[in-house]
């Protein structure tokens, strides 16, 4: 059974930073790519990064790039989300995201709020 954990997420100031954590399981984790994603109130999920299982080839969001660093760990089954320079704008839900043998498969997500 494929599980997605994510935690991290909180309240940080603008110009803040936080990292956010995807415990995986159910799956071979090595051999598939990952991805985050965010939905803010009111609007759809949105893409924000992914990496790939070779090379560690990574792509991102374009109002992330810099900002952001997708990275793994295959030995803990863990994928994380450096964020810096956060904005207001960054402000969602983030979701950890895996296609597994034709299904998308999310866990439950972790809340990030931007605000002084």
């Known amino acids: 059974q494929v599980q997605l954990v994510e935690s991290g997420g909180g309240l940080v100031q603008p110009g803040g930073s936080l990292r956010l954590s995807c415990e995986a399981s159910?799956?071979?984790?090595?051999?598939?790519?990952i991805a985050w994603y965010r939905q803010a109130p009111e609007k759809e999920r949105e893409f924000v990064a992914r990496i790939f299982t070779i090379g560690g080839i990574t792509s991102y969001k374009d109002s992330v790039k810099g900002r952001f660093t997708i990275s793994r760990d295959n030995a803990k089954n863990a994928v994380y989300l450096q964020m810096n320079s956060l904005k207001p704008e960054d402000t969602a839900v983030y979701y950890c995201?895996?296609?597994?043998?034709?299904?998308?498969?999310w866990g439950q997500g972790t809340q990030v709020t931007v605000s002084s």
């Open positions: 159910g799956f071979t984790f090595s051999r598939y790519d």
């Open positions: 995201n895996v296609e597994y043998s034709g299904d998308n498969y």
